[in-house]
């Protein structure tokens, strides 16, 4: 009998964690699925999906750079992922493929480790980028209507999209950089979602930490280096610090509900992750 297909749809996928982080729960719960990575050129992507479909799988996971156009070919967005603009999971239900956004809240489960509700409802909130990750962290964080959020982008007219995206319902201010920079000693949490810090090439800080409080939280989306230099900056400057782990464990822990209804366990999901990367 063979396994209920899983897994990820991509290009490059590199060295995914993925697929161990999923394997080992569902071995772990006795689960009969098996998480693959599919590499897939885009002039394949439709074909991915289609044969994924015939195959009877349970959902995949879509990354960089298809989560927006895999919902081409899909049956259904949810209204989140819709509202997002993106979709990273793929759940098959009855006859449908289903696109849902588990980024966001995968990375709000992981800030609620670290501050409480009430802290992310008090907070004026400082993002750095405006692309597919932002959008779905924007989009979690407005759901808990915080404070302000203050929006800085390379490109502000992106930034301006965002904010129309969401502006019924958080407060969200596009700034530019000088501005933004200028009013660090606001920010309660600053959040990194560009990927400056993530290769030897952009080995610097996505942004100044100058007059930043002392009580602020530095949270990058990067968790490959485990600690970027930005974070490390922050952190020899006394403050807290959150990487990317969380969010990547939780987007996947949320997916691996949707597919099999069973909750995985996150601890050792992320211990798997830590003893890759740390
Ligand atoms: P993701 O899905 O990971 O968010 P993306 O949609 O390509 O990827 O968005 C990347 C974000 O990082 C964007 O906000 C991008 O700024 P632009 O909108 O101006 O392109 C930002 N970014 C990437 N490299 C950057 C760099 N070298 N300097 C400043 N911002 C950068």
Known sequence: ?????LGLIGHPLGHSLSPQMHNEQFRRLGLDGYYHL????TEELQESVQALRQLGTAGFNITIPYKVSVMAYIDRVDSS???IGAVNTVVRENE?????????E???ESLLAVRSLEQIKNANILVIGAGG????????????????IILVNRTQEKAEQLKSHLEDIASIEVVPKEEAESRNSEYDILINTTSI???PETDRSPWPLKNVKTSALCSDLIYNPWETRWLKEARKAGLDTLNGSGMFVNQGALAFKYWTGQEPDRKAMHSLVENHLK
């Open 106 to 108: 995968g990375y709000l």
């Open 133 to 148: 990750a932002a959008r779905a962290v924007c989009y979690a964080l407005s759901l808990r209507r915080p404070n302000n």
């Open 197 to 199: 810090g993530m290769s």
């Open 1 to 5: 009998m063979p396994k209920t297909l």
């Open 38 to 41: 599919f590499d897939t050129p």
């Open 96 to 104: 449908e493929l289903v696109g849902y956004n588990t980024d966001g």
């Open 81 to 83: 992922a819709e509202r």
